[in-house]
């Protein structure tokens, strides 16, 4: 699965941003689908998730302000991020897994100035 990234940019604190993602195969093929984000220095966090029969779950950092939905397109998904913060600020991954296949996205960044 080929997954590729779009959206990211530069904005103000309490700003909004919409990441989406575009998938080779469609999401609904997929048992897990996912955000990561990474600063440097650090280790790939997991921002939210979709699992099939477990629904959507989220980082505590994000709960209440991001959103994470399989778009219109069936090879779409999309992480609506409000009221955006400066430690929100990284690069953000797609992420789809299949059994132990890991599949990632080329990452698009996302800057949050204060």
């Known amino acids: 699965v080929q997954l590729q990234a779009s959206g990211g940019g530069l904005v103000q604190a309490q700003e909004s941003l919409r990441l989406s993602c575009t998938a080779s195969a469609s999401v609904h093929t997929l048992p897990v689908v996912a955000w990561y984000r990474q600063t440097p220095g650090k280790q790939r966090e997991l921002v939210a998730s979709i699992r099939h029969d477990f629904g959507i779950d989220y980082a505590d950092s994000v709960k209440g302000r991001f959103t994470f939905s399989r778009g219109n397109a069936k090879n779409t998904l999309i992480l609506q991020m409000n009221n955006l913060r400066p430690d929100d600020s990284a690069v953000y991954y797609c992420?789809?897994?299949?059994?132990?296949?890991?599949?990632w996205g080329q990452g698009t960044l996302v800057t949050v100035s204060s």
């Open positions: 992420n789809a897994q299949r059994g132990n296949l890991y599949f």
